[in-house]
């Protein structure tokens, strides 16, 4: 199994710009997750989905954030317009199971940075 | 709400030397708990977790963890540390035990001294 794919691996925007950041969740799995982790708050949890439906969004920053699942296997979060306090490492993850006992599997991440 | 603390932001150990690195949670019922390792430029690895049943958890590369219910703590060791076991660790505890988004403490990052 190829794990979680994430891309680009690195990302280096002007402030104001549009960001994408893309995930492929691992093949079967039916969560996923999206994280970010900063020197300052550490890994926070963003949103996460089951079965391509936003369960919790409560981790999103702001209204600048969104992310989407359109299918089981594609998952994007966006920026719009991003902010220098957006640089940070967003990380993906998937797990097997929804409301069931599973472990999460992270992607390589991705490092953005807004200068 | 839940919670994570890891106290130890740096540990440094000898290599060869036994290791333990602490955490602590706040959970209002039954915690499903995890310890991730990170090394740099890389995600996250699962070592072990912890849902139910016995206590001390065996995980990969050697390492284990206790849960100690009573001190709301999580603690992960190993008998004997690599220079290749040098990252960043994190402790996080979940609602859904995977299912759910992981609430994570900051880490600790682990020296290896030769």
């Known amino acids: 199994d190829a794990g979680v794919i994430q891309s680009p691996r690195h990302e280096v925007t002007e402030m104001g710009q549009e960001v994408t950041l893309r995930c492929k969740p691992i093949?079967?799995?039916?969560?996923l997750f999206w994280y970010r982790q900063t020197m300052m708050r550490g890994l926070e949890l963003l949103i996460y989905?089951?079965?391509?439906?936003?369960?919790?969004d409560s981790g999103m920053p702001e209204d600048r954030f969104s992310a989407k699942m359109p299918n089981a296997s594609f998952s994007t979060l966006k920026i719009q317009p991003s902010e220098p306090r957006d640089s940070a490492v967003y990380f993906c993850?998937?797990?097997?199971?929804?409301?069931?006992?599973?472990?999460?599997?992270f992607g390589p991440g991705t490092r953005l940075t807004v200068l | 709400a839940q919670s994570v603390t890891q106290p130890d932001i740096h540990i440094t150990v000898s290599e060869g030397a036994s290791l333990e690195l602490r955490c602590n949670y706040s959970?209002?019922?039954?915690?499903?708990l995890f310890w991730y390792v990170q090394s740099p430029g890389q995600g996250l690895q699962l070592l072990l977790k912890?849902?139910?049943?016995?206590?001390l958890v065996q995980g990969i590369k050697g390492f284990e963890a206790e849960f100690k219910r009573s001190q709301s703590s999580f603690n992960l060791r190993k008998p004997s540390v690599h220079w290749s076991d040098a990252a960043e660790y994190f402790c996080?505890?979940?609602?859904?035990?995977?299912?759910?988004?992981?609430?994570f403490g900051k880490g600790t990052h682990l020296i290896i001294q030769p």
């Open positions: 993850a998937s797990s097997r199971t929804s409301g069931g006992l599973d472990t999460q599997y």
């Open positions: 912890y849902f139910s049943g016995d206590t």
């Open positions: 989905f089951n079965n391509n439906v936003p369960i919790d």
């Open positions: 996080a505890v979940g609602a859904g035990g995977g299912a759910d988004g992981l609430t």
């Open positions: 959970y209002g019922a039954t915690p499903y």
């Open positions: 093949s079967g799995h039916n969560s």
